[in-house]
Protein backbone atom coordinates (compact mmCIF):
# COMPACT_ATOMS: atom_id res chain seq x y z
CA UNK A 1 0.00 0.00 0.00
CA UNK A 2 1.10 3.58 -0.63
CA UNK A 3 2.26 5.51 1.98
CA UNK A 4 0.41 8.15 1.20
CA UNK A 5 -2.94 8.22 -0.28
CA UNK A 6 -2.34 11.04 -2.57
CA UNK A 7 0.78 10.18 -5.14
CA UNK A 8 3.35 12.89 -4.93
CA UNK A 9 3.21 12.46 -9.05
CA UNK A 10 -0.53 13.85 -8.51
CA UNK A 11 -1.34 17.33 -10.08
CA UNK A 12 -3.24 18.12 -6.73
CA UNK A 13 -1.98 18.29 -3.30
CA UNK A 14 -2.98 16.33 -0.92
CA UNK A 15 -5.39 17.05 1.81
CA UNK A 16 -3.82 18.64 4.90
CA UNK A 17 -4.07 16.63 8.39
CA UNK A 18 -3.64 18.79 11.34
CA UNK A 19 -3.00 22.72 12.24
CA UNK A 20 -1.21 25.15 9.74
CA UNK A 21 1.32 27.19 10.87
CA UNK A 22 0.81 30.81 10.24
CA UNK A 23 4.17 31.27 8.33
CA UNK A 24 2.28 28.43 5.61
CA UNK A 25 1.52 31.02 3.62
CA UNK A 26 1.98 33.00 0.25
CA UNK A 27 3.81 36.60 0.58
CA UNK A 28 3.24 38.74 -2.78
CA UNK A 29 5.22 42.13 -3.40
CA UNK A 30 7.14 43.61 -6.54
CA UNK A 31 8.89 40.84 -6.96
CA UNK A 32 6.70 38.23 -6.70
CA UNK A 33 5.04 35.55 -5.38
CA UNK A 34 6.72 33.39 -2.47
CA UNK A 35 5.87 30.76 -0.12
CA UNK A 36 6.54 31.47 3.61
CA UNK A 37 5.12 34.29 5.53
CA UNK A 38 8.29 35.10 7.86
CA UNK A 39 10.57 33.74 4.60
CA UNK A 40 11.92 30.31 3.83
CA UNK A 41 14.57 28.29 3.75
CA UNK A 42 16.26 25.36 2.88
CA UNK A 43 19.39 22.41 2.98
CA UNK A 44 22.06 22.20 0.45
CA UNK A 45 23.59 19.06 1.83
CA UNK A 46 26.98 18.26 0.50
CA UNK A 47 28.78 14.95 0.67
CA UNK A 48 32.21 14.84 -0.61
CA UNK A 49 31.73 11.43 -1.51
CA UNK A 50 28.22 11.84 -3.34
CA UNK A 51 27.60 15.12 -4.19
CA UNK A 52 24.60 17.22 -2.78
CA UNK A 53 21.23 15.99 -1.77
CA UNK A 54 18.32 17.31 -4.35
CA UNK A 55 14.32 16.82 -3.94
CA UNK A 56 12.52 16.13 -7.57
CA UNK A 57 9.34 18.03 -6.04
CA UNK A 58 5.88 16.72 -6.39
CA UNK A 59 4.12 18.17 -9.57
CA UNK A 60 1.79 19.66 -7.58
CA UNK A 61 4.02 22.27 -5.78
CA UNK A 62 5.19 25.48 -6.48
CA UNK A 63 7.74 24.92 -9.36
CA UNK A 64 6.28 21.35 -9.44
CA UNK A 65 8.52 18.88 -11.19
CA UNK A 66 12.11 20.49 -10.65
CA UNK A 67 15.15 19.68 -8.54
CA UNK A 68 15.26 21.97 -5.90
CA UNK A 69 16.31 21.67 -1.86
CA UNK A 70 14.36 20.26 1.10
CA UNK A 71 13.52 23.81 2.86
CA UNK A 72 10.54 25.32 3.29
CA UNK A 73 8.44 27.96 5.08
CA UNK A 74 9.61 29.54 8.60
CA UNK A 75 8.12 29.61 11.60
CA UNK A 76 7.50 32.89 12.98
CA UNK A 77 10.87 33.81 15.10
CA UNK A 78 12.91 30.86 14.33
CA UNK A 79 15.97 31.47 12.63
CA UNK A 80 16.88 30.14 9.43
CA UNK A 81 19.45 27.54 10.17
CA UNK A 82 17.32 26.04 12.46
CA UNK A 83 14.36 26.21 10.16
CA UNK A 84 16.03 24.71 7.30
CA UNK A 85 17.97 21.95 9.43
CA UNK A 86 13.90 21.49 10.52
CA UNK A 87 12.22 21.54 7.43
CA UNK A 88 15.60 19.33 5.79
CA UNK A 89 14.37 16.82 8.77
CA UNK A 90 10.95 16.81 7.91
CA UNK A 91 11.25 16.44 4.21
CA UNK A 92 14.29 14.55 3.61
CA UNK A 93 15.32 12.91 6.94
CA UNK A 94 18.67 14.82 7.47
CA UNK A 95 19.98 13.66 10.58
CA UNK A 96 20.94 17.79 12.01
CA UNK A 97 23.73 15.48 13.88
CA UNK A 98 25.30 14.53 11.09
CA UNK A 99 25.60 17.56 9.29
CA UNK A 100 27.93 20.66 9.81
CA UNK A 101 26.80 24.01 8.60
CA UNK A 102 29.67 25.86 6.17
CA UNK A 103 27.77 29.04 5.27
CA UNK A 104 24.68 30.52 4.62
CA UNK A 105 23.29 32.51 1.37
CA UNK A 106 20.16 34.58 1.95
CA UNK A 107 18.43 35.92 -1.17
CA UNK A 108 16.19 38.95 0.21
CA UNK A 109 13.39 40.65 -1.20
CA UNK A 110 13.13 43.17 1.83
CA UNK A 111 9.42 41.34 2.09
CA UNK A 112 10.36 37.96 1.64
CA UNK A 113 13.87 36.32 1.96
CA UNK A 114 14.69 32.56 1.23
CA UNK A 115 18.31 31.35 2.63
CA UNK A 116 19.95 28.61 1.54
CA UNK A 117 21.98 26.69 4.68
CA UNK A 118 25.01 24.70 3.16
CA UNK A 119 26.04 21.86 5.11
CA UNK A 120 28.90 19.04 5.06
CA UNK A 121 27.92 15.72 5.74
CA UNK A 122 30.11 14.26 8.65
CA UNK A 123 27.96 10.69 8.77
CA UNK A 124 26.74 9.32 6.09
CA UNK A 125 22.84 8.56 5.67
CA UNK A 126 20.34 7.81 3.17
CA UNK A 127 17.45 10.40 2.23
CA UNK A 128 14.01 9.02 2.99
CA UNK A 129 10.71 10.58 1.35
CA UNK A 130 8.85 11.80 4.89
CA UNK A 131 5.95 13.35 3.25
CA UNK A 132 4.07 13.90 -0.02
CA UNK A 133 6.25 17.07 -1.50
CA UNK A 134 9.32 14.65 -2.80
CA UNK A 135 8.62 12.43 -6.13
CA UNK A 136 12.66 11.60 -5.19
CA UNK A 137 15.53 12.34 -3.07
CA UNK A 138 18.36 11.68 -4.89
CA UNK A 139 22.24 12.40 -4.00
CA UNK A 140 23.45 13.88 -7.40
CA UNK A 141 27.49 14.56 -8.22
CA UNK A 142 28.39 18.15 -8.57
CA UNK A 143 29.01 18.10 -12.52
CA UNK A 144 25.34 16.84 -13.00
CA UNK A 145 23.45 19.18 -11.11
CA UNK A 146 23.56 21.77 -13.91
CA UNK A 147 21.99 18.32 -16.60
CA UNK A 148 18.68 18.54 -14.44
CA UNK A 149 15.56 20.84 -14.55
CA UNK A 150 16.51 22.99 -11.66
CA UNK A 151 14.00 25.05 -9.37
CA UNK A 152 14.65 28.11 -10.83
CA UNK A 153 15.36 29.84 -7.84
CA UNK A 154 18.49 27.25 -7.30
CA UNK A 155 19.07 27.51 -10.79
CA UNK A 156 19.63 30.89 -10.25
CA UNK A 157 22.08 30.40 -6.72
CA UNK A 158 23.83 27.28 -7.93
CA UNK A 159 26.53 28.95 -9.73
CA UNK A 160 27.80 30.90 -6.68
CA UNK A 161 26.84 28.10 -4.22
CA UNK A 162 29.43 26.47 -5.79
CA UNK A 163 31.74 28.54 -6.21
CA UNK A 164 31.48 29.10 -2.87
CA UNK A 165 31.44 24.71 -1.73
CA UNK A 166 34.84 25.19 -4.36
CA UNK A 167 36.29 27.84 -2.58
CA UNK A 168 36.15 25.88 0.72
CA UNK A 169 34.21 28.87 2.38
CA UNK A 170 33.27 28.35 5.92
CA UNK A 171 31.72 30.16 8.47
Same mark, same amino acid.
Given at each position: ?????? %?????????????????? *??????????????? *????? *???? *????????????????????????????? &? &??????????????????? %??????????????????????????????????? &???????????????????????????????????????
Amino acid at each position: MDQFPH %SSRSSTPPPRTGPRDPGD *AWVEGDRGRYWGRFG *AAGVL *AYDP *AKGVLLQHRAVWSHNGGTWGLPGGALHEG &E &EAVDGALREAFEEAAVPSE %SVEVLFTSVLDHGYWSYTTVVVRVLESFEPVISDP &ESIALLWIPVAEVDALELHPGFADAWPGLLARLDSGETW
